[in-house]
């Protein structure tokens, strides 16, 4: 089993910054990508981005393409996500998410193994 923590989550006026955590732990070695996502009310779960434990690989929506940036620390086992010119329309909450396998199907939530317990973020208009 792989346990997932998110942090960092928070209330932010439009155009602030925040800068969420996830930390890996257990059986991390089974694990090959992390990723974000995000779920706002009444919508369906959504990807955001995905990074490949080795290196080398990074991968983002659309959406928050050039205003978020992931970045992984595998020595801490931990997952960072950089949001920074945050809109309204990022309010959600954000979870953390692990897979093995391939850098692939990144944005199908039911190609992950492992799921974190979410954290909030809300932007302010």
């Known amino acids: 089993q792989v346990q997932l923590v998110e942090s960092g989550g928070g209330l932010v006026q439009t155009g602030g910054s925040l800068r969420l955590s996830c930390a890996a732990s257990?059986?991390?070695?089974?694990?090959?990508?992390m990723s974000w996502f995000r779920q706002a009310p009444g919508k369906e779960r959504e990807f955001v981005a995905a990074?490949?434990?080795?290196?080398?690989?990074?991968y983002y929506a659309e959406s928050v393409k050039d205003r978020f940036t992931i970045s992984g620390d595998n020595a801490k086992r931990t997952v960072y996500l950089q949001m920074n010119s945050l809109k309204p329309e990022d309010t959600a909450v954000y979870y953390c998410?692990?897979?093995?396998?391939?850098?692939?199907?990144?944005?199908?939530?039911?190609?992950?193994?492992?799921w974190g317990q979410g954290t909030q973020v809300t932007v302010s208009s």
């Open positions: 257990g059986r991390t070695f089974s694990v090959s990508v």
């Open positions: 998410a692990a897979k093995s396998g391939a850098f692939r199907h990144l944005d199908v939530a039911e190609e992950y193994d492992y």
């Open positions: 990074i490949r434990w080795n290196g080398g690989y990074i």
